[in-house]
């Protein structure tokens, strides 16, 4: 009967004891898995960030490459058509073909803006007129939309980067040959392009975008001189 009784099985302290261990190691093991699932989701998280900022970045390096320092037509001084605030950049780029099969426009000048709406980071595109003296002849993307006139061919706008804080927009060159190139807050009304453009940005990420500056390709008067007796651009005197 002794040896029965020995046999009979665990006791009930013994049975709540040992529940309460293997809650607790349940517990620690699914405490270390989430760990690691949060700290692997935020390590993709940032790769992915970096990777299309990457991507943004060889894209507005090629952009800003085609941009066409191109003069307004009648107006009294032939300023280029470029205009750079803190916040939104007017230019006139030239449309590769690839892209323009791509977008379904026409290949050649293109209006470009590049604007920051909210926290999004927006490019416009539209066929360039030969015959405006500004930009506002540029089109909204609204306007742009409900617009059926035959000469308006717009692109839809393109979205390339979002969770935007803040955007700056600083322009360096200097106003004639002999004048010393500083950093400017904004550029227009300009005879010439700017040598340099630098991009800040901050993100709702935490993580700030790094600085980046560019070097237009194209030279600041395009090797050619405007002349307020000729309205065109001429021969640059060496």
């Not at 030239?94 to 470009?112: S, V």
């Amino acid at each position: 009967m002794s040896m029965k009784k020995q046999s009979s099985g665990f006791t009930l302290l013994e049975t709540i004891l040992a529940i309460t261990l293997l809650a607790l190691m349940m517990a620690m093991i699914y405490a270390a898995l989430n760990v690691g699932l949060r700290a692997w989701d935020a390590g993709d998280k940032r790769v992915t960030a970096a990777s299309n900022w990457r991507m943004v970045e060889h894209f507005l390096r090629r952009e800003m490459g085609q941009i066409f320092p191109t003069r307004w037509r009648g107006v009294p001084t032939p300023y280029v058509a470029f205009e750079g605030e803190a916040t939104r950049l007017r230019y006139v780029t030239t449309l590769n073909l690839d892209a323009a099969l791509q977008n379904g426009a026409a290949a050649g000048l293109q209006w470009a803006e590049l604007t920051l709406d909210g926290e999004k980071l927006m490019l416009n595109r539209q066929a360039f007129d030969n015959q405006a003296q500004n930009f506002e002849g540029l089109l909204s993307a609204s306007s742009s939309a409900s617009s059926t006139s035959p000469q308006t061919t717009a692109i839809a706008p393109v979205k390339l980067m979002d969770n935007i804080t803040s955007l700056t927009i600083d322009y360096f060159g200097a106003d004639t040959d002999t004048a010393e190139p500083t950093w400017r807050p904004e550029w227009r009304d300009m005879a010439r392009l700017p040598k340099l453009l630098r991009f800040k940005i901050e993100t709702t990420r935490g993580r700030d975008v790094p600085e980046m500056v560019i070097n237009l390709r194209v030279g600041e008067e395009a090797g050619c001189l405007a002349t307020n007796f000729t309205r065109q651009c001429g021969a640059r005197p060496r």
